[in-house]
């Protein structure tokens, strides 16, 4: 007896051993499963991240040159500015006139620091005023770089950023300069002998270039491998062996790609990197590895434990039936095998398939099954993906959408949302929802348009406060992206309408990117509020918000942040600001980014223009300045008057002709009779710019009784016969009504 209870224990044991080796053996095969299916989801991650990657590079270098070339062409064919740079001679009010011009648009654009003008006639060069003369002969002026870029004006150089070095932009030390030439070129293609150069800081090509967003870690080489500018925390030694890489990899001819890198203290990273077109530069992004792939890494954890914890039960059963503590050894086996195989009779590489589908589908069910159908859905929204791809089965991700069917696309807001799916499939059999950020995209194929309006008075029945955008019906998948990112632009303007809670993308305008007017009346604002008027800034901040009606959101929110940067620029210059001016732009642009309601900007932007226009109003009552802004108001409103001059104005005013003439060009820095004289010319533009007006009747209009001395005046302040200058207005108009159609 006790020969045998030996033998039955050597039974076991070997059994037990046998089966902790079969269950080792089976956790190995299942590890290399898991860890070969997910190696190629990885790799198809990677894929797709560096194909959104080159395409959000190539949309933020197109942005980036659209900004800048809108601003160029605004102030280059300013008639103000046209007379600094193409003029041999100009006067006194030509030239205040045109530097004023050029301050009010460097003081309303956040992006742009300072602003040359170059006259390659008299090599002469006027600037904005914050660093030195606004006027000087180029071989004196402090920029010498600058000199030399416009004297040269490479073809090279021409509507790209040209990154320099100078010391006039920090007071100490060089510090890094980004300009923006632009010139026009004659028939032959040489350059013509005046240019226009913006310059940007590195704060503003960095907003410009990299975003609001710091979170991830980015920099810009040139094609010799040399930095631009970076907002990355890389130690210079990683960074030069990345870049080492990059130019390895670019040599041939690899427009992008990607790859992993050692970073110490980090950990593995991650390294993207794409050309920027035009630009002969490689914008490069770092981010650490298991930021990339959140959800997917939490997949292959959850499923390397899952099989653990089977491995781990298994082995535990195999303990308790060769200790005899289960069941009998041959039962046991037999329902384990037959749960596993089905009828018993496969073998063992059959079994461990089996048991490997049926964790990989219990996984998929609870972990993959949501996270593919949502990126299936996203990838139909940004047009990644399209119908007649051979991998789009629908089916075979138990998607409730029929392909041939046509579908409408609903945005509904995130906040406090009540949304269930199963109660709109109900209606809507065909119904699929994926969230994105703050809102929800819901795909619906309704039966009929009863159907569909019963479903969308339920959800703004049961969700009073949330937002609802809808499209049209879509017949044609392919503008699937086309609708996706027409909604997401209306929800982004949503707070130009706060009180709408329901909107069609039918009722919206066709939005356009036209920076001009709206940077004209951004320069109106400032102007009303140096002068202390309030409710004139109040009215023409309220005309530049209802310009914001039909304009895309990339050049709204750039709009805003602008003229929200030129007005705390003019608080800072009158000493109302709370906090320092880079707080409060940031606190401004963070306002802007996450705007709900106007409202809210609205009443941030009143309590400034309030504080500025007392203090103003307050300076001009203890100052001579006050006596100018009156006589300026008088001569607005009487300048058409023949018999206006200084002696009248001065008996008007109660002061000698003298003493007028002496603290108006102290004040102003011309005659009152120039001053007069520049509203005239100026009533005359605007009445030449009226084609069904005649130019016989605007000396009479504009308070001269002599036609000819009517023209001598025109032609000596303006350079230009009135017909000349009617004629230049008819060329911009045209030029302006064809970029618009292109831009459409």
């Known amino acids: ?13 070997m059994i037990f051993t046998g089966s902790l080796v079969g269950m080792f053996l089976i956790f190995l095969i299942l590890v290399a499963i898991v860890y070969s299916q997910f190696q190629k989801s990885l790799l198809l ?18 942005f980036a040159d659209e900004i800048l070339i809108s601003i160029t062409n605004q102030l280059f064919y300013d008639p103000a500015v046209t007379l600094l740079r193409e003029s041999d001679k100009i006067s006194n009010f030509a030239f205040i006139e045109g530097i004023r011009q050029i301050n009010d648009i460097a003081a309303s654009a956040i992006l742009i620091d300072s602003i040359y003008i170059y006259n390659g006639k008299k090599d002469y060069i006027y600037s904005t005023a914050q660093y030195g003369p606004v006027n000087d002969n180029a071989e004196r002026f402090r920029d010498k770089d600058a000199v030399q870029i416009l004297r040269e004006r490479r073809n090279e150089q021409r509507l790209v950023i040209i990154p320099r070095e100078t010391s006039m932009f920090s007071g100490s030390g060089n510090s890094a300069i980004y300009s923006f030439m632009f010139y026009e070129t004659i028939s032959d293609g040489t350059p013509d002998t005046n240019a226009i150069l913006l310059n940007l800081k590195a704060s503003a090509f960095t907003r410009l270039y990299f975003g609001s967003d710091f979170q991830n870690q980015a920099f810009i080489i040139n094609g010799k491998g040399t930095l631009i500018a970076s907002k990355d925390s890389l130690e ?35 390294c993207f990197y794409s050309s920027l077109g035009e630009h002969n530069w490689i914008y490069v992004k770092t981010l650490a590895y298991e930021e990339a792939f959140p959800a ?33 050894y041959r039962k046991i086996s037999q329902k384990i095998s037959k749960a596993i195989s ?27 099954g949501p996270m593919i159908k949502s990126e299936i859905l996203k990838d139909l929204l940004l047009g990644k993906k399209s ?16 392909i041939n069917f046509p579908v409408m696309l609903y945005l509904l807001s995130n906040k406090d949302i009540v949304l269930n799916t199963e109660d709109i499939q109900e209606r809507i059999p065909y119904c699929e929802m994926v969230p994105i950020n703050s809102y929800t995209i819901l795909f619906l194929q309704p039966m009929s348009q009863d159907q569909e309006i019963r479903v969308r008075d339920e959800l703004v029945r049961k969700n009073p406060d949330m937002l609802l955008i809808y499209s049209e019906e879509i017949r044609d998948w392919s503008l699937i992206p086309d609708t996706f990112q027409k909604l997401r632009e209306t929800w982004q303007l949503r707070f130009l309408h706060p009180e ?33 008027s309030y409710s004139k800034a109040a009215e023409t901040w309220n005309l530049f918000i209802h310009e914001l009606e039909d304009k895309q959101y990339s050049t709204v929110n750039v709009a805003l942040i602008n003229i929200a940067n030129a007005i705390l620029k003019l608080a800072l210059d009158y000493k109302v600001l709370d906090s320092t001016y880079e707080e409060s732009c940031m606190a401004y642009q963070t306002t802007i980014d996450n705007l709900e309601e106007m409202n809210d900007l609205n009443r941030l932007i009143d309590n400034l223009f309030h504080k500025i226009t007392d203090n103003v109003q307050q300076m001009q009552q203890t100052s001579k300045k006050g006596t100018i802004h009156e006589i300026l108001e008088y001569l607005g409103q009487n300048y058409t008057d023949t018999q206006i001059s200084t002696k009248s104005v001065a008996d008007i005013f109660k002061m000698s002709p003298a003493y007028l003439s002496r603290i ?17 010319i100026q009533k005359a533009k605007e009445c030449l710019a009226d084609p069904d007006g005649l130019i016989k009747d605007i000396p009479q209009k504009i308070g001269l009784e002599n036609s000819q001395y009517f023209f001598l005046l025109f032609k000596k302040m303006t350079g230009k016969t009135p017909k000349a200058y009617q004629n230049d207005l008819i060329v911009l108009r045209k030029r302006e009504a064809a970029k618009q159609r292109r831009q459409a």
């Open 342 to 368: 089905g009828n018993g009779n496969e073998n063992p590489e059959q079994i461990i398939r089996n048991l490997d589908q049926l964790i990989v589908e219990h996984d998929s069910r609870e972990f993959l």
């Open 45 to 62: 991650s990677l894929a797709k991240q560096n194909e959104e990657f080159a395409s959000q590079v190539s949309s933020t270098t197109k």
């Open 664 to 680: 108006y060009r102290q004040g102003r820095g011309h005659s009152l009779m120039d001053e007069i004289n520049a509203l005239r």
């Open 236 to 270: 210079e030694s990683a960074r030069h062996r990345l870049i080492a890489r990059i130019l390895a990899e670019n040599a041939n001819d690899k427009a992008s790609g990607y790859f992993t890198f050692p970073n110490a203290g980090v950990g593995e990273m991650l």
């Open 296 to 328: 997917l890494l939490r997949s292959r954890n959850r499923t390397l434990i899952a099989i653990s914890v089977i491995i781990l039960v298994l082995v535990a059963v195999s303990a308790l039936i060769a200790n005899r503590v289960y069941v009998p």
């Open 387 to 402: 119908i007649d791809m051979p991998d789009l089965n629908l089916e075979s991700y138990h998607l409730q959408i029929a």
């Open 500 to 532: 709408k809670r329901l909107i069609g993308l039918r009722d919206q305008p066709l939005r356009r990117h036209v920076m001009a007017p709206l940077s004209e009346k951004s320069a109106a604002v400032v102007g009303f509020l140096k002068k202390g």
């Open 1 to 13: 007896m006790p020969q045998g209870k030996s033998r039955t224990r050597l039974s076991m044991s």
